[in-house]
């Protein structure tokens, strides 16, 4: 599991500012879910070896009225699922009305808080955020998120007493240099299939889980846990053994107001991390939707196997399914590596095929890819379409090996790589897809420098 970073504080202290920075990817993935959660932010988030997620709880100032005490009590719920909180205030503006109230709020949760003073940038830091003492809390951490300054001193102050909470948020690299252990990939093989079942709200989940567990392993896992905790239920099916990770929180619901209750981005983030392999459900009466879209990049970004399940696909008439798949295929066109099947959880059409797409998925992404197969698929690339010329010189890549798998991690040696366009690098990906007769998993290629 990965430990969560809220950023709480009024608006314009910089909280977007410092989310932006630490998620840092240009390809930012920012899942933004409005209505639902209005508009608070997440992210994946990496700072030195530690990997983490950051949530822009949005601005509160803890005095709302009207409308804004529903989304308050949004970022408050946000704040509820974090691990640590920093909550921002601006040097510039110094202490205000809105700080001193949101600071009684905050007060009031038992939590690792941080009080952190952005905008320091040309100020004497010191005095001019000694006002800030009046908060209560025991030290004032500068910042200026905008050039940098202090976040590194301060993500360490933050992140090292939560390593002993979180082993796994270490990242920890893969030796490029040689082949993959064997030892490790045969783990990986014969370990069972961590199975997340994501997806927004309504489209089905707890349906499709009932489904595929039988209706009476459900009271079983009424598990207490907070709305953040997945359920991992063991399974087994065609001798293969599963581990579902269970983010609907499948359950005997006791509140009229449990369906939005149980969905958690946080929640969903953390299943997609801890899995091997993600069973998307979209609804195909609402096709595909922004939300559908984070949720995806999510997907993406970590590397996962993915299975895409369109859900309440009973009852249509078949005009209507022609179009949904038309829109599909214009939407999802980047997702093609992923299996696309169309389901009724609720009468179990289609279910039992689904298990078959994760196992193609787990297989492809755990297969021993052997370094001579490798540099001679690389070899028949290079030989149907040469690599570009620059500065006069031809890219020339010498040979490759497997770095990693789920997803399998592709290392290519040669000269002048870093010069390659990046169509030439799709272009080498769907080549090795191709050839390796991979499904349901993405390939991820990486270049070095010389032999
Ligand atoms: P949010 O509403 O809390 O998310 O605040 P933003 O991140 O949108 O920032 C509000 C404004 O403060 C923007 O104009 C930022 O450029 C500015 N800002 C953010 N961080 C810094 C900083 O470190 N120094 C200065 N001088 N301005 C900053
Ligand atoms: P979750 O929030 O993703 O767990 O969604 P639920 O499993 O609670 O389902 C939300 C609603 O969609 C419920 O009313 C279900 O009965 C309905 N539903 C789920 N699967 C299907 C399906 O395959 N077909 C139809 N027509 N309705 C479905």
């Known amino acids: 599991m990965l430990p969560v970073v ?7 202290v910089g909280k977007s500012t410092l989310f932006n920075r630490l998620t840092n990817t240009r390809d930012a993935l920012v899942a933004d879910f409005p209505g639902l959660t209005r508009d608070r932010k997440y992210g994946p988030a990496k700072f030195e070896n530690r990997a983490f997620i950051v949530v822009d709880t949005g601005g509160i100032t803890g ?89 590194s001193q301060l993500m360490t102050h933050v992140l090292t007493p939560l390593e002993k909470i979180f082993p796994d948020m270490e990242i920890v690299e893969v030796e490029r240099e040689e082949e993959y252990p064997d030892a490790k990939l045969e783990r990986l093989q014969n370990s069972p299939i961590k199975l997340a079942i994501v997806g927004k709200p309504n489209v089905g989940k707890s349906t499709l889980i009932n489904r595929i567990l039988g209706e ?24 293969r053994e599963y581990i579902l990770i269970d983010t609907a929180g499948v359950r005997k619901r006791r509140k009229v107001s449990e369906t939005v209750e149980k969905f958690s981005i946080v929640k ?27 949720l ?38 980047f997702v093609d590596f992923a299996r696309l099947h169309f389901i009724s959880a609720l009468h179990g059409t289609g279910v039992g095929h689904l298990f078959e797409s994760v196992q193609e ?14 540099t001679q698929i690389m070899e028949m690339a290079q ?53 390796l007769k991979t499904m349901g998993t993405p390939i991820r290629i990486e270049f070095k420098e010389g032999a």
């Open 63 to 151: 005095n709302e009225e009207g409308i804004d005490v529903a989304m308050a009590e949004q970022s408050l719920l946000a704040i509820d699922e974090a691990d640590v909180v920093l909550f921002l205030v601006d040097a510039r503006a110094g202490l205000t009305p809105d700080d001193i109230g949101l600071a009684e709020h905050l007060r009031k949760q038992s939590k690792a808080m941080y009080l952190v003073a952005n905008k320091v940038d040309g100020l004497d830091g010191d005095s001019e955020t000694a006002d800030f003492f009046k908060l209560g809390f025991p030290e004032v951490l500068q910042i200026a998120a905008a050039h940098g300054r202090g976040v």
């Open 216 to 239: 009476e392993r459900v009271v079983v896992f009424d598990s207490p846990g907070t709305t953040r905790d997945s359920i991992f239920i063991p399974m087994k099916r065609d001798k």
């Open 383 to 435: 030989d149907d379409h040469q690599p570009p010329l620059i500065h006069g010189r031809r890219v020339k890549m010498k040979y490759a090996h497997a770095g990693g798998y789920n997803p399998p991690v592709i290392v290519i040696h040669g000269n002048q790589l870093k010069d390659l366009p990046d169509s030439y690098k799709r272009y080498l990906m769907n080549y090795y897809r191709k050839a």
């Open 268 to 294: 969903t983030l953390q299943a997609i991390e801890e899995s091997n392999v993600v069973l998307l459900v979209i609804d195909a009466r609402e096709g595909v939707t922004d939300q559908d879209l984070s």
């Open 296 to 333: 995806l990049g999510f997907v993406l970004n970590s590397g996962r196997s993915l299975v895409l399940a369109v859900n309440k696909w009973d009852g249509l008439e078949t005009h209507v399914k022609e179009e949904i798949k038309r829109e599909l295929d214009r939407r999802l066109g």
């Open 361 to 374: 998925a787990y297989n492809s992404a755990t297969v021993r890819i052997n370094t001579s197969v490798l």
């Open 6 to 12: 809220a950023l709480v504080g009024r608006p314009n």
